[in-house]
């Protein structure tokens, strides 16, 4: 590591973030435009005014994710025809500031959502969620903080949820907009970017996982590229993803790769502005 130039470094850090994605797709006929960009890291400064700002601590893969990039943004093309190439693939995590609290009809999505026990008292909620086969629970009340971290076509948005502000361990849980549904996705931050990366940053993938599906042109998408995404009908195939006899290489993120970046890239990337 000592004899690799910064840029390397940076390069190699960030094919490790993304598991080598971007080989996977480059071999995927008719896919293009594959393309990563690159952020500077988010200073501690920075995540601590956040926590501050939220009375919440991140949880500390997502921590890590953050003091390592400030947000990812990953993309790619589809080509239909010889004329007609289209930016279909997309992997994005906002940048930390944008990381904001669900504000719209914050009431409603307490109170009366479907799948939510009204057994409970007026304020506490009970939302079932299936998660590996047996049944659990997640527990809103007025202290419960639920961060929006992308919106999928006005039909969805990927929260991170604390069922209050001590927990350490938030989960990510996917909200359907029209019926206030809520639909467990991920148990951590970092399964969730692998749960991302599994998909292959198809479009509209976290709607597997939802009571309304896939559309159908993305459907077709999976059924192209990646039909053994939709061979399964659990709702939690992912979980079980890397039983698949493939075990392609993209299935298994290690932590420490958020402790390979340089934390002299934000200079460096002054310095390459300034010349």
Same mark, same amino acid.
């Given at each position: 590591?000592?004899? $690799?130039?910064?840029?390397?470094?940076?390069?190699?850090?960030?094919?490790?973030?993304?598991? &080598?994605?971007?080989?996977?797709?480059?071999?995927?006929?008719?896919?293009?435009?594959?393309?990563? @960009?690159? #952020?500077?890291?988010?200073?501690?400064?920075? +995540?601590?005014?956040? @926590?501050?700002?939220?009375?919440?601590?991140?949880?500390?893969?997502?921590?890590?994710?953050?003091?390592?990039?400030?947000?990812?943004?990953?993309?790619?093309?589809?080509?239909?025809?010889?004329?007609?190439?289209?930016? +279909?693939?997309? !992997?994005?995590?906002?940048?930390?500031?944008? !990381?904001?609290? +669900? #504000?719209?009809?914050?009431?409603?999505?307490?109170?009366?959502?479907?799948?939510?026990?009204?057994?409970?008292?007026?304020?506490?909620?009970?939302?079932?969620?299936?998660?590996?086969?047996?049944?659990?629970?997640?527990?809103?009340?007025?202290?419960?903080?639920?961060?929006?971290?992308?919106?999928?076509?006005?039909?969805?948005?990927?929260?991170?949820?604390?069922?209050?502000?001590?927990?350490?361990?938030?989960?990510?849980? $996917?909200?359907?907009?029209?019926?206030?549904?809520?639909?467990?996705?991920?148990?951590?931050?970092? @399964?969730?970017?692998?749960?991302? !990366?599994?998909?292959?940053?198809?479009?509209?993938?976290?709607?597997?996982?939802?009571?309304? &599906?896939?559309?159908?042109?993305?459907?077709?998408?999976?059924?192209?590229?990646?039909?053994?995404? $939709?061979?399964?009908?659990?709702?939690?195939?992912?979980?079980? !993803?890397?039983?698949?006899?493939?075990?392609?290489?993209?299935?298994?993120?290690?932590?420490?790769?958020?402790?390979?970046?340089?934390?002299?890239?934000?200079?460096?990337?002054?310095?390459?502005?300034?010349?």
């Amino acid at each position: 590591m000592a004899g $690799l130039k910064i840029g390397d470094t940076e390069d190699m850090f960030y094919e490790n973030l993304s598991l &080598g994605l971007a080989k996977v797709l480059n071999n995927i006929p008719r896919i293009t435009n594959v393309t990563l @960009e690159k #952020r500077l890291p988010c200073e501690k400064a920075q +995540v601590t005014a956040w @926590e501050s700002r939220h009375n919440v601590y991140l949880p500390d893969d997502m921590k890590r994710f953050y003091l390592s990039t400030d947000g990812f943004n990953f993309y790619w093309s589809y080509q239909y025809s010889p004329n007609d190439v289209r930016r +279909v693939g997309h !992997i994005h995590f906002p940048h930390l500031i944008q !990381i904001t609290l +669900v #504000r719209d009809n914050i009431d409603t999505i307490l109170s009366v959502s479907p799948n939510t026990s009204l057994t409970a008292p007026p304020i506490i909620r009970q939302s079932n969620y299936v998660d590996s086969g047996h049944l659990d629970h997640l527990n809103l009340n007025s202290r419960s903080k639920i961060f929006e971290l992308s919106t999928i076509a006005n039909l969805a948005k990927v929260c991170l949820v604390y069922e209050t502000p001590e927990t350490s361990t938030p989960k990510i849980f $996917l909200l359907e907009t029209n019926s206030l549904r809520w639909q467990f996705l991920a148990e951590s931050f970092t @399964e969730y970017l692998r749960m991302s !990366i599994a998909h292959l940053g198809l479009p509209y993938w976290e709607l597997c996982f939802s009571s309304c &599906g896939l559309p159908a042109w993305t459907e077709q998408l999976f059924l192209l590229l990646a039909p053994h995404l $939709l061979e399964r009908n659990d709702c939690r195939r992912l979980k079980n !993803i890397v039983c698949i006899n493939e075990n392609p290489p993209y299935n298994v993120l290690d932590p420490a790769v958020f402790r390979t970046k340089l934390r002299c890239s934000r200079q460096t990337q002054k310095m390459r502005l300034n010349n």
